[in-house]
């Protein structure tokens, strides 16, 4: 994993780029985690936590579509992977 991301920072691609496709990179990584903990809990009937994981699932996936919008804003074009 460390060396996609190492990757994307010496790719060509513009420096909003490599921004855009590092954070989803980590965010994606993240979300996919989540994901899976979320069915780990619902297999293991743990309310509880599964409300705390889907909390975070939900804010995960907001802060993603705010990436999304100030990136098109700033850029003028969609941050490919979000």
């Given at each position: 994993m460390q060396k996609e991301y190492e990757e994307i920072f010496e790719s060509n691609l513009s420096e909003a780029d490599?921004?855009?496709?590092?954070?989803?990179?980590?965010?994606?990584?993240?979300?996919?985690?989540?994901?899976?903990?979320?069915?780990?809990l619902k297999a293991m009937n743990d309310r509880e936590t599964?409300?705390?994981?889907?909390?975070?699932?939900?804010?995960?996936?907001?802060?993603?579509?705010?990436?999304?919008?100030?990136?098109l804003r700033a850029t003028g074009k969609r941050s490919g992977n979000g």
């Open positions: 490599k921004i855009a496709k590092a954070f989803h990179f980590v965010i994606n990584s993240i979300e996919t985690h989540t994901k899976n903990e979320i069915e780990l599964l409300v705390k994981e889907q909390i975070k699932l939900s804010s995960i996936q907001h802060a993603k579509g705010i990436f999304n919008m100030v990136y």
